[in-house]
């Protein structure tokens, strides 16, 4: 089996899909991720040719159009009018065995897409998937069951972290990640969209790594004016995808979105204190079941700084595009088609990019250590707070190695060479007097500026031992 070229990067995951095709086992694979990360896109490319039967839950149906659904596609692949809408869910899958008895398919694939959507309240899905498995596929040796689905909170509790009949049954799971700035750069190249890599850096701060949102980009415009269309024209394709995306992946949504606008509104993250407070919600565990599955899906980030303990947590927004839609689409008061163009250089735009650039930097991580050639080298990444400097220092990452060093690094976004004045120098040097005082680390210090486009050399730029660039982000770590 060949890769399929018509898929951007995602290697490990088609080698994987490929090897547990020809293994001479029964697997049942997890695939879970984002909502439009590509997870459909992958299966079926990689191995559409060999399904012998697939299905796509409905997006809030009951139980009944759930079964008619999987009725219709068991139809499908028997090529008549064999079956007939079973009364429950064990019946159901007895009829999908009927069929794939009848297969002469070395390996038979099975694939259920958007599977959380099929278990409907009280109707006995994942019992009847259990059944499925450990009664009869499992014992054979020629069955694939691939299930994926978006609310990966599904997909982590009722099958991965699973601790009734499903309990350790998964051959593998993958977790599908968006597109590493590289890999879009890659896939505008083979639509022949012609853009920098500041400009591929921007549509990633605005929509992040998400095929789908990146197939909306239109050759012969520049990034600005595509932002413009796909969020601030009267018929802009991604100007109500947020309350679709939310209300498809959460039940009663509405207060996962208030803890998304809360957090939104700080940079540096929130506590659950302070988001009980901006959000204006009830703490407990209703809360704690929403931080998680925000967390699972990919939505948020949970972290300790450097130095507190694993309980004091700080929740961070960390996807792109509901960042760039609360901030400049869901009150949007400018009714401005061409807001984005005629928005550069603003003060609410450039504070929004220091964010994004940010987050942009964190998600590339392993490019970062590669450009310092410390990829090899065992260390822990972390921001940091000061508990005791007013105003209170704090650094966008800390790479704590274990060769005696720790790298300090700060993070800028700028459209041209920073320059670090008088100023910002002091500042810096306090920073690290205060992070050399409360850490009390024997490690020597590196101040390492991870910058647009580098930094402007004057007599206040020698501070920093390391300049990095956005070229930085976009290395190949694979190579």
Not at 29 to 56: C, H, P, Q, W
Not at 171 to 177: A, F, G, Q, R
Not at 402 to 425: H, L, M, P, Q, R
Request: contains cysteine.
């Amino acid at each position: 089996m060949k890769a399929n070229s018509n898929i951007i990067g995602r290697e490990t995951e088609i080698e994987t899909l490929q090897n547990i095709y020809k293994s001479d086992v029964s697997e049942f694979v997890a695939i879970y991720g984002r909502r439009r990360v590509g997870k459909t896109f992958l299966v079926r490319e990689t191995l559409a040719d060999k399904f012998v039967f697939d299905v796509s839950g409905l997006a809030n149906a009951n139980t009944r159009d759930q079964i008619v659904n999987f009725t219709l596609a068991l139809n499908r692949y028997a090529g008549e009018q064999v079956y007939t809408p079973a009364k429950s869910w064990l019946y159901a899958f007895e009829q999908l065995i009927a069929l794939i008895q009848q297969s002469k398919s070395r390996r038979k694939v099975l694939f259920f897409d958007e599977i959380p959507w099929m278990d409907t309240h009280r109707s006995g899905f994942v019992t009847a998937l259990e059944h499925f498995w450990n009664g009869w596929a499992s014992a054979r040796k020629d069955i694939v069951l691939i299930v994926c689905g978006s609310a990966t909170s599904w997909i982590i509790n009722k099958l991965i972290n699973n601790h009734g009949g499903l309990h350790n049954r998964l051959t593998k799971t993958i977790y599908l990640k968006p597109f590493t700035l590289l890999q879009c750069e890659e896939y505008f190249e083979r639509r022949k969209i012609q853009f920098n890599r500041y400009q591929i850096a921007e549509c990633y701060m605005v929509m992040g790594g998400i095929p789908f949102y990146l197939s909306k980009i239109e050759r012969g415009i520049s990034a600005a004016q595509n932002i413009d269309n796909l969020f601030f024209s009267e018929n802009a394709d991604l100007k109500n995808e947020f309350h679709n995306l939310y209300a498809s992946l959460f039940k009663e949504s509405d207060d996962y979105v208030k803890i998304v606008a809360a957090l939104s509104a700080k940079a540096k993250g929130l506590s659950r204190d302070e988001i009980v407070k901006a959000a204006k919600i009830k703490s407990g565990g209703g809360l704690t079941k929403i931080l998680k599955n925000l967390e699972y899906c990919g939505f948020i980030r949970a972290y300790s700084a450097l130095g507190k303990q694993k309980r004091d947590v700080t929740y961070q927004l960390v996807d792109f595009y509901t960042l760039f839609y609360l901030k400049f689409v869901a009150a949007n008061k400018y009714n401005d088609a061409h807001f984005w163009t005629n928005s550069l250089d603003t003060p609410l735009r450039n504070a929004w990019a220091g964010y994004a650039f940010e987050m942009l930097a964190l998600l590339h991580i392993n490019e970062i250590k590669q450009a310092m050639s410390i990829a090899g080298i065992q260390s822990g990444v972390a921001a940091w707070r000061s508990e005791n400097s007013s105003p209170a220092a704090q650094i966008d990452l800390v790479i704590n190695r274990k060769d005696g060093i720790t790298n300090i690094v700060e993070i800028k976004f700028s459209t041209e060479k920073y320059a670090i004045t008088k100023s910002y120098e002091e500042n810096l040097r306090n920073k690290i007097s205060v992070f050399k005082e409360e850490t009390q680390t024997n490690n020597a210090i590196h101040l390492v500026m991870l910058t647009t486009y580098g930094i402007a050399q004057n007599k206040h730029s020698e501070i920093a031992q390391k300049s990095l660039t956005l070229d930085t982000l976009f290395l190949n770590i694979n190579k």
